[in-house]
């Protein structure tokens, strides 16, 4: 059983990790893209973005202004039990993360504007939850800024597109945000399933470690990161080599009629944190 002082606890702690530290992949990357620059504009950018990650991790404060919006995605096992309202649990997790840490914000009426204040309201924090067969409780947590999700974008295609013209569709529409998504990004890709499932797979791929692949779909993946990188938005929209970090995709099952394909960004400040609660212990899992 998991009890509710432990598992609040570390939300909490989660939520700080995500917000200040840059998964280590992530910062790899930036790192092996500042050592590909040639444009010296663009070597200024990656410099001061590694430097941001650097300072936001030693003094444990937010990497970006905007901390973005709670999401949780929590696999539970059939047979693991909990003495409390997990809804709940996590609404005052977030609740304490805003106050301590700080989290600026962000939730408000989508009529009325109307701020919360600690980032908690009507269906939020947002919680996708998944039956598993094991006995445990995993939690994936993501921080979405708003820029990078201002340029989502879902294409109900013909059933006939071709992965070229998939490939062109991606790379249009990256084209289109140039620096708003505050490259250099990371390109989640649902394919697959309904509209609602194709955006749900867009952004939970988004959960996974840069070097984690889904070795059927390397193809086209390699095909959509070498054409959205010839475009040369470069970091922060200004010009070089590296416009996106990594493209991950991941597809289900659809109707004979239908082809949706989601896409959903990560700015570089791709935060996210994952940890796990099995047997009355937490343990966090942290990238490589």
Known sequence: MVSKEIFLENIVEMLELAATSLPQDVENALEKAREREENTIAQAQLDAILENVEVA???????????GLPI?????????????????????????????????PNVVDPLSRKNSNDNTGEKHPLIHTELVKEDKLEVDIMLKGGGSENWSKLFMLNPTTTKQEITEKITNHVKKAGGQVCPPTILGIGIGGTATEANTLAKKTLLKPLNKENTQLTNLKNKIKKKTNNTKIGPMGLGGKTTVLDVKIEKAGCHTASLPIALNFHCWAARRAKGEFSNGKFDLKVPK
């Open 57 to 67: 991790r030693e003094e444990k404060i937010p990497m970006c202004q905007d901390t």
């Open 72 to 104: 949780f995605f929590i696999k539970k096992g059939t047979k693991t039990t909990l003495n409390f309202d997990l809804k709940k649990t996590l609404e005052n997790a977030v609740k304490k993360a805003t106050e301590k840490i700080p989290l600026r």
